[in-house]
């Protein structure tokens, strides 16, 4: 039973890598988008699985919920007869191979290295006793004040220049 | 209990397989997907060390990509929108206007 939580962890990082291959070799982009929400249900399980319960709904709703429908939503106005005729990977694809295997390779051998850092104040107790909602909230509000309103202005901008950006040009009269 | 590394590794797989996505696709909406693969291999190692360092400022982090993300999302797309009307395609190695 001390095997429980090797076992979860192993099933859903296998799942996490495999949709992920799946998500960037398919050649239906519909079919992309959709293995990237299956990948996205399961990250947020990894989440859960962290004790980040509201890191976890954030991901379901605005992933989940609000980006992938509007990649969903661009996929349809292409075409999608012409895309698969198409070849999907450039034909230098085993220079890709080498730098992303090589990156990875040089991330895990820099892991044995790694020393972790001096442990923080929110125990697990303690995010219990108050929750984790109210923790962030807590942390968001006051230390982090003024990132908060520049993320808001971010947001505002990407408002802004989505409809400037996708809006047909209007004759000049 | 599960190692920190264990997290690490697959955060380090996921990255890089968003980074072979991304330079190796042809259609442009992949590689954007692509990107939010390598952001959110980048919101398992933050949520992770936040979990094994009992420090919540990595979660406060992850909230701040995930906004990013999403104004990165609709910037993009409209950027997409706005080509496939100009060009009438989606393949980046058609698009080569700027090639000097």
Same mark, same amino acid.
């Given at each position: 039973?001390?095997?429980?939580? *090797?076992?979860?962890? %192993?099933?859903?990082?296998?799942? @996490?890598?495999?949709?992920?291959?799946?998500? @960037?070799?398919?050649? #239906?982009?519909?079919?992309?988008?959709?293995?990237? =929400?299956?990948?996205?249900?399961? @990250?947020?399980?990894?989440?859960?699985?962290? #004790?980040?319960?509201?890191?976890?709904?954030? *991901?379901?709703?605005?992933?989940?919920?609000?980006?992938?429908? =509007?990649?969903?939503?661009?996929?349809?106005?292409? #075409?999608?007869?012409?895309?698969?005729?198409?070849?999907?990977?450039? %034909?230098?694809?085993?220079?890709?191979?080498?730098?992303?295997?090589?990156?990875?390779?040089?991330?895990?051998?820099?892991?044995?290295?790694?020393?972790?850092?001096? *442990? %923080?104040?929110?125990?697990?107790?303690?995010? *219990?006793?108050?929750?984790?909602?109210?923790?962030?909230?807590?942390?968001? $509000?006051?230390? $982090?004040?003024?990132?908060?309103?520049?993320?808001?202005?971010?947001? =505002?901008?990407?408002?802004? %220049?989505? @409809?400037?950006?996708?809006?047909?040009?209007?004759?000049?009269? | 209990?599960?190692?920190?590394?264990?997290?690490?590794?697959?955060?380090?797989? +996921?990255?890089?397989?968003?980074?072979?996505?991304?330079?190796?696709?042809?259609?442009?909406?992949?590689?954007?997907?692509?990107? /939010?693969?390598?952001?959110?291999?980048?919101?398992?190692?933050?949520?992770?060390?936040?979990?094994?360092?009992?420090?919540?400022?990595?979660? +406060?982090? +992850?909230?701040?990509?995930?906004?990013?993300?999403?104004? /990165?999302?609709?910037?993009?797309?409209?950027?997409?929108?706005?080509?496939?009307?100009?060009?009438?395609?989606?393949?980046?190695?058609?698009?080569? /206007?700027?090639?000097?």
């Amino acid at each position: 039973m001390t095997m429980l939580p *090797q076992l979860i962890f %192993g099933y859903f990082a296998a799942v @996490i890598v495999l949709l992920s291959l799946l998500v @960037i070799t398919r050649k #239906n982009p519909v079919h992309s988008v959709m293995w990237m =929400l299956l990948l996205f249900f399961h @990250i947020a399980a990894m989440y859960l699985f962290l #004790n980040a319960e509201f890191i976890a709904a954030i *991901q379901v709703i605005v992933y989940a919920g609000a980006i992938l429908v =509007l990649f969903l939503f661009v996929v349809l106005l292409l #075409n999608l007869k012409e895309e698969l005729e198409a070849d999907r990977f450039v %034909g230098s694809w085993p220079v890709a191979v080498l730098v992303s295997g090589g990156i990875f390779l040089g991330l895990a051998s820099v892991l044995r290295s790694f020393v972790i850092g001096r *442990q %923080g104040s929110f125990t697990v107790e303690l995010i *219990q006793k108050v929750t984790h909602t109210k923790t962030l909230g807590l942390i968001m $509000y006051t230390e $982090y004040l003024f990132p908060f309103e520049i993320a808001s202005l971010i947001l =505002l901008i990407a408002v802004i %220049g989505a @409809i400037v950006l996708a809006k047909k040009r209007m004759r000049s009269h | 209990m599960v190692p920190l590394n264990w997290y690490l590794i697959l955060s380090a797989a +996921v990255f890089s397989i968003g980074i072979f996505g991304f330079l190796t696709r042809r259609n442009i909406i992949i590689m954007f997907m692509s990107i /939010e693969l390598m952001l959110n291999a980048v919101n398992i190692s933050l949520v992770a060390f936040s979990h094994y360092l009992q420090d919540l400022r990595g979660h +406060v982090l +992850v909230f701040f990509i995930i906004t990013v993300a999403a104004a /990165e999302a609709s910037i993009g797309l409209a950027i997409i929108i706005a080509l496939f009307r100009n060009k009438n395609t989606v393949h980046v190695d058609e698009m080569n /206007e700027m090639k000097g």
